[in-house]
């Protein structure tokens, strides 16, 4: 299965955006599911993961309180919602499947199916 980041775009500091990840090949509904991004010169940031059910779910401190990711099983969809935007929030945004239940959910080495991400820009 290949995972799929959409959303992204052009959004003023404060605004919102709500990104999406789907996948081709198969179904991401049976898969711990995480939101990294990655601005230029610095290395991919963790931002959120969410379980198979939704039901638990970890963020980094720096986007904690402003963003949310949830799932929709039935559509096969992940979503990251980004609320009060900063400037800093610029960076490609991608989405990644957990390659089994024991690894680090915070550690990009253990997710793979990264695919494309998508842009967000957040302009001042």
């Known amino acids: 299965v290949q995972l799929q980041a959409s959303g992204g775009g052009l959004v003023q500091v404060g605004g919102s955006l709500r990104l999406s990840c789907t996948a081709s090949?198969?179904?991401?509904?049976?898969?711990?599911i995480g939101w990294f991004r990655q601005a230029p010169r610095k290395e991919r940031e963790f931002l959120a993961g969410?379980?198979?059910?939704?039901?638990?779910?970890s963020y980094s401190g720096s986007v904690r309180d402003r963003f949310t990711v949830s799932r929709d099983n039935a559509k096969s969809t992940v979503y990251l919602q980004m609320n009060s935007l900063k400037p800093e929030d610029t960076a490609v945004y991608y989405c990644?499947?957990?390659?089994?239940?024991?690894?680090?959910?915070?550690?990009?080495?253990?997710?793979?199916?990264w695919g494309q991400g998508t842009l967000v820009t957040v302009s001042s």
């Open positions: 990644a499947k957990k390659k089994d239940a024991g690894g680090d959910n915070y550690d990009a080495r253990s997710y793979d199916s």
């Open positions: 090949g198969g179904t991401l509904s049976n898969y711990h």
């Open positions: 969410i379980g198979r059910r939704g039901a638990s779910t």
